[in-house]
T-cell receptor, first 116, second 115 residues
């Protein structure tokens, strides 16, 4: 079973729409969850993280966490062409941490395309 | 402030050659991470250091890979001998301290092609 799973996409949405990106994880002991954005040929950059059940909003971005369902999502409101990128979900997985709690496991990412 | 610096940005080498990738973390950051990204496997953690000490190297694929951090401002990832399957983008990242919500800052990556 894969540790962190994401739909590879591509997910295509029109400009101004809401883009919904989903991620599931296998380790129930995971404590925190991160969304990174990666433009083609560039390095990942953090968008936001969440560690409590519920919603967390930051500008046009909302992260949603449901630990019971082992599910985390990222909503992008009013999508812009500049949001076109690969979105990586990362999980802090205690099971893999060898005594520390700092190892991130990444999903393979979802490619988002926002059409003008 | 300068971000994470990696060199070289691109490397093309032949199978069997030694490859050395370099990383300078953000000043003051105590944690340094080496990742590898491929289409097939995604972004994988190879090894990470805390205060120059290797903490977890379980992601290092085999003995051909080695990493060092001789001081707080420099780390190397060495592949000897290199093989075509090592072709990937190698990222270095750093963070200021441990903790479940700590942000990792990624360098621009080194694109390695082994022929």
């Amino acid at each position: 079973q894969k540790e962190v799973e994401q739909n590879s996409g591509p997910l295509s949405v029109p400009e101004g729409a809401i883009a919904s990106l989903n991620c599931t994880y296998s380790d129930r002991g995971s404590q925190s969850f991160f969304w990174y954005r990666q433009y083609s040929g560039k390095s990942p950059e953090l968008i936001m993280f969440i560690y409590s059940n519920g919603d967390k909003e930051d500008g046009r971005f909302t992260a949603q966490l449901n630990k019971a369902s082992q599910y985390v999502s990222l909503l992008i409101r009013d999508s812009q062409p500049s949001d076109s990128a690969t979105y990586l979900c990362a999980v802090n997985s205690l099971k893999e941490a060898r005594g520390s709690n700092y190892k991130l496991t990444f999903g393979k990412g979802t490619l988002l395309t926002v059409n003008p | 402030d300068a971000g994470v610096i990696q060199s070289p940005r691109h490397e093309v080498t032949e199978m069997g050659q030694e490859v050395t990738l370099r990383c300078k973390p953000i000043s003051g950051h105590d944690y340094l991470f080496w990742y590898r990204q491929t289409m097939m496997r995604g972004l994988e953690l190879l090894i990470y250091f805390n205060n120059n000490v290797p903490i977890d190297d379980s992601g290092m694929p085999e003995d051909r890979f080695s990493a060092k951090m001789p001081n707080a401002s420099f780390s190397t990832l060495k592949i000897q001998p290199s093989e075509p399957r090592d072709s990937a983008v190698y990222f270095c990242a750093s963070s200021s301290r441990g903790g479940v919500t700590e942000t990792q800052y990624f360098g621009p990556g080194t694109r390695l092609l082994v022929l």
